[in-house]
């Protein structure tokens, strides 16, 4: 059994500008949360940290991932990252990921498995969408048409956009590295949160998770065809959801498809 080692981290907000404000002091205080939040996708990156550092570039080319949220990480936390890795007649890897704060609060779990078989390819990666202008409304909930696949666009990830996010990570994983190196997890589903922000302003929301399947290699340079289609809406405690499901799609092939879920509208 691969040894996983335990890691720590200091939590950087790097999306103090962005256009989601949930990663602002003042907008994520409003909301009662003690500060901005660091994002999803940074924590998502951290949790991968330690998988890749044991299993190599083997984690990135195929497998599938379930990220949960569950409370935020502010700026200077300091993280530990703990995986435990069990045995599974099903599959050729299982750990199970947690992320916690120095109170000991647990944030995030990454639950990892490379399956002896992945399931079929979802029949929603076969949608099409005839040409329409995107016009980026405010999201509302009866805007979000169900089943209903927005327009394809080609995300085309340089090698220096890719830094950007192994710097942010504080990564030393050599597999990022070059001009032909892997995608960092974190660039994964940060494009997967720019896939829901072309379809709609969102002025505060907070990602909740994702579910990834890997089918093959996301490499810098390639011409990635991102597929995006709500699938699923819905309310608890105030709440208002969305889930989408993104295809990813290299020379006609599926690489990736991420159920992709948000808050869009956070309870007063």
């Not at 907000?13 to 990663?23: G, L, M, P």
């Not at 599938?64 to 599959?91: C, G, H, W």
């Not at 490499?219 to 991102?226: K, P, R, T």
């Amino acid at each position: 059994m691969t040894t996983i080692s335990n890691q720590q981290i200091l939590a950087m907000n790097d999306a103090e500008e962005s256009e989601n404000r949930i990663h602002s002091d003042e907008i994520a205080e409003k909301y009662g949360f003690t500060g901005a939040l660091v994002s999803g996708v940074n924590v998502f990156g951290y949790l991968t940290q330690p998988l890749v550092k044991a299993f190599g570039p083997a984690f990135l080319k195929q497998g599938m991932l379930d990220v949960i949220f569950l409370k935020p990480a502010y700026q200077d936390d300091l993280l530990t990252i703990k995986t435990e890795e069990s045995r599974s007649e099903t599959s050729k890897r299982n750990c199970v990921t947690s992320l916690s704060n120095e109170k000991g609060l647990l944030l995030a779990k990454l639950e990892s498995w490379l399956p002896r078989e992945l399931p079929p390819v979802n029949a929603l990666a076969a949608m099409v969408c005839e040409h329409k202008e995107i016009v980026r409304p405010e999201i509302e909930w009866d805007l979000i048409a169900l089943q209903e696949p927005a327009p394809a666009f080609t995300w085309q990830p340089s090698h220096e956009e890719n830094q950007e996010r192994v710097t942010v990570q504080r990564d030393r994983a050599a597999c990022y590295e070059g001009s032909a190196g892997h995608i960092h997890p974190y660039f994964l589903l940060d494009a997967c949160n720019q896939a829901l922000m072309r379809l709609f302003v969102l002025p505060a929301w907070i990602h909740t998770g994702s579910k990834i399947t890997l089918r093959a290699p996301l490499l810098v340079g390639q011409s990635i065809e991102m597929k995006t289609i709500p699938i699923d809406k819905w309310e608890r405690k105030g709440h208002q959801f969305i889930r989408l499901y993104i295809a990813m799609l290299v020379g006609g092939e599926v690489v990736a498809e991420i159920e992709h879920t948000a808050i869009f509208r956070i309870a007063s």
